[in-house]
C-alpha cells in the first residue's frame, strides 16, 4: 500500500512538477537537480506521514513496521535520509524515464482494446479486495 501511494504522488504531483521544471530551467541537468532535491524531500515527507499513522509503538515501545531511531540521519525515529534519497533516486527514474517509456507505449495501444484491458484490471482489484477483506 505505501509504495502504491507513492506511485499515485509520483504520477499525479511529479510527472507535473518534472515537465514545469523542465520548461523553466535553463538545463535539464538544472531541472533535474532541482526535480532530485523536491522528490527527497517530498519522500522523507511521505515517510514520516506515514511512520507517523502506521509506525507507532507498542507499549513496550518496539515499533511494528520499521525502526530508524538507532540509525544515524533518521528524522524523528520515523524516516532515514539514506532511505528517502534512495527513494528519490526511484522516484526520479520513473519519473524521468519509466513514466514517458509506458506512456508512449500505451499511446500505441488502439482504445478498443485499451478499455476492455481497464475493466479487467479494475475487476480484478476489487476482486482482490474482496478477498483480503472479506
Known amino acids: 500500500m505505501v509504495y502504491g501511494i507513492g506511485v499515485l504522488v509520483c504520477a499525479i504531483a511529479l510527472v507535473p512538477l518534472r515537465i514545469q521544471l ?44 520499521w525502526d530508524n531511531s538507532q540509525l544515524p540521519g533518521n528524522i524523528l525515529g520515523q524516516a532515514w535520509i539514506v532511505n528517502d534519497i534512495c527513494l528519490g533516486v526511484v522516484a ?27 475493466a479487467i484490471v479494475v475487476a480484478g482489484f476489487v476482486v482482490l479486495c474482496v478477498v483480503k477483506f472479506a
Open 22 to 65: 523542465a520548461k523553466r530551467r535553463k538545463t535539464m541537468w538544472g531541472a533535474a537537480l532541482e526535480f532530485f532535491v523536491i522528490t527527497v524531500l517530498v519522500c522523507m515527507a511521505m515517510e514520516l506521514a506515514m511512520g507517523f499513522l502506521l509506525n507507532q509503538p507498542d507499549a513496550a515501545g518496539n515499533y511494528p513496521l
Open 92 to 118: 526520479m527514474l520513473y519519473t524521468w524515464v519509466i513514466y514517458p517509456l509506458c506512456q508512449k507505449a500505451l499511446a500505441k495501444v488502439p482504445i478498443r482494446v485499451m478499455r476492455p484491458a481497464a
